[in-house]
């Protein structure tokens, strides 16, 4: 398990967190496969631009690259699928090189954006709403039901999500029609969802999981 942080990237190991990268303030953190892709600011001592631009690590974090962008965005959502990146800087743009980027445009501003492996299916969420694409340049369709404000994709059909109030909500036709689980989880700081489906927010106090669709959550 990784947790990108204000302070860098930290691995969850047996006897507790170990912090692994540089100190990089990383924003809109995500992965594909072992790929790993995040955004931000540098922290002390580092010769990376301010913002950092895409970047892209292959070596669980210890080292990070600069992609594009570089000093220009600080991207606070980002979704990656095998052949597809998409990021939020105020401006929605679309990669599928990770060098160029074609501007887009969303109903609202997203606390996240998530994507099946494949980029069939890519969600939006924020304060403002729930958004589905499976064209990320537009045009995106409004969800119905208990939205999340965040939300990750397990697979084209299954995601999952964090409403306001701390519920898990669900959607099992790509992200179109949310229901709540039944669960809640206290002081939600943000949300990940693997491609197993597995459910993983971190709080306050660590990091809670469900690995039944939000039915039931523990301690990770």
Known sequence: MLLATHDGLYA???????????????????????TLYSS????????LPNPVGLLRSDDQGRTWQTQSLAGKSDFHALAA????????????RTSHDAKTWTDG???????S??????????L?????????????????????????????????RDAYGLA?????????????TWVATGQSVPSPEMLAVTGRGEILVATA????ASTDGGKSTHAA
Do not use: C, E
Request: proline letters at 7%.
């Open 124 to 156: 939006a969420s924020g304060q403002q709403g729930t958004w589905t694409s499976i064209d990320p340049g537009g045009p995106w369709k409004a969800a119905t039901g208990t939205l999340p404000v965040v939300s990750g994709v397990a697979n084209p």
């Open 164 to 176: 306001g109030d701390g519920s898990l909500v669900a959607s099992h036709d790509g992200g179109t």
């Open 12 to 34: 969850g190991q047996r006897d507790g967190w170990k912090k692994v990268s540089p100190t990089i303030d990383l924003m809109g953190f995500t992965a594909v496969g072992s």
């Open 205 to 208: 106090d660590g990091v809670v």
């Open 81 to 92: 699928a095998r052949d597809l990146l998409v990021g939020y800087d105020g401006t929605l």
């Open 105 to 111: 445009s969303l109903p609202g501003q997203p606390m």
């Open 113 to 122: 954006l998530s994507a099946s492996l494949d980029g069939a299916t890519v």
């Open 40 to 47: 931000g600011h540098p922290g002390d001592g580092s010769d």
